[in-house]
């Protein structure tokens, strides 16, 4: 063990903000985890590194200077339980939003490359940090709303994951069949859209209302590729801007659209239309679409005021009646990326039905806990994704939407935010009263709807 607290003390006297001496740290969690979780199965012990944690708030506020540096080198230096000790210091930072904000400016100017990073096992990461107060704040006075936010992530006891804490984490330990990259670019896009946002954050617009509406291939043949709803590629664009602009008019800075919903021509219609008419965060859906004989079902998230977009193919294939004789997979190229949207406050992830069941999958969303997760589907059957909705809002204090086409089907949107128990509470009151909460309900538009519904959160 001297060895790696040698290995934390060197990297704590070369580190050149706070983000750099919590690395150090968590690598020397790592490096003697056995131990910690040892010490942590005690109560006494555990009761001394909590308490110890509270000793260290002045140093946490000076981590970012030299001074502090050096007093936490002499901490360390000759603590023969430097890894407990290390804990504690983690501990204290966790509970300070001044040192967690600090860190995620210190990971945005120390990224090697400004655009994207590939989380390996040892690739440091800061979580972004919502301002869900702000976001919420007509209900700071009640004091009902107060406790019922969704628990803060790994706030609660957490004896295994001793190795990362709220604000700053390692990458995952071993190997995994789909590498997760962080795009910072689109993160300052998605920060700056939902700068000033406020009330319903997410609209969810389906271009098809009946599932008669799609070109659907013969399932038996083996092939349901390509499937797309059923008109001329020109007719299906200007659909989709009109439903675009009246989310527009209602203020939501991100409309979402079900699996399958438009064609690969839309994502340039939408980028040259006028940024000002249409939201400024635009999930289209997904296409089928054929890349030099590679077939993929591929997701857009647009950024029509930055120009940008990004590109997401999905991670697993749907089964046409699995277990019979008909039974035939989705006959589509797997992407090998789970690209997240990474911004200094929000964070985004784009799914495609069936990822959001994939073990794998949810098991990064878990990890990287992506503050806005958009999911289209074309999907008859929700009860498994209503679960991995609330499992997302508990544990990643995630706002969590499906959208799911064609419109006239069964929960058409699934909706999940980081405040609960307001099942008694009409929609009207949501959105009218002057204490209505923000976010609270979720604005679908959809050809030959009529007037905007307000669907409540379920």
Known sequence: ????????????????????????????????????QEAVRSR??????????????LLVGKLGTRSGRSECIEILAEDETAALTARAILITIENDETAWREMATDFRELASNPIRIEIGTETPFVFPLPPLKRLYEPCESDSYAKTHFSTRP???????????????SLGLEGPAPIQVVLDLQAGEALDSAMAEARAPLLAAAHPAR???????????????????????????????INLLRRVNDIGVPICASPELACVESTKDVVLKSDPNMIPPVVHLGSAHVDSNGDQFNRAYLLFPRYALSVEQDKLSRYTFAPGTELACPESINLGNELRICWGKNWSLAMLTCADFLDKEVRRLLSHFRPSIIVVGAMSPKTDMFRGCVAHAVAESQSHAIIVNGPRDWQ?????????????????????????????SAVAHVGRGSGDIVWTPVR
């Open 44 to 57: 006494f012990r555990n009761d001394e590194i909590t308490q110890l944690s509270k000793s260290f708030a």
């Open 154 to 168: 790994l706030s609660a006891p957490n004896s295994y994951s001793l190795d990362s804490i709220s604000s700053v």
């Open 1 to 36: 063990m001297r060895n790696q607290i040698d290995d934390a003390l060197d990297s704590i006297r070369s580190a050149g903000c706070m983000f750099d001496v919590a690395l150090a740290l968590l690598r020397l969690c790592r490096a003697n985890r056995s131990e910690l």
């Open 210 to 240: 009946k599932l008669s509406e799609f070109s659907i291939p013969n399932q038996t043949m083996g092939n349901f590729f390509p499937t797309t709803i059923k008109n001329n590629d020109a007719a299906i664009n200007t659909e989709i």
């Open 411 to 439: 929960d058409n949107v699934i909706f999940g935010i980081p405040v609960t128990g307001y099942d008694d509470i009409s929609v009207e009151t949501m959105i009218h009263a002057n204490c209505s909460l923000p976010d």
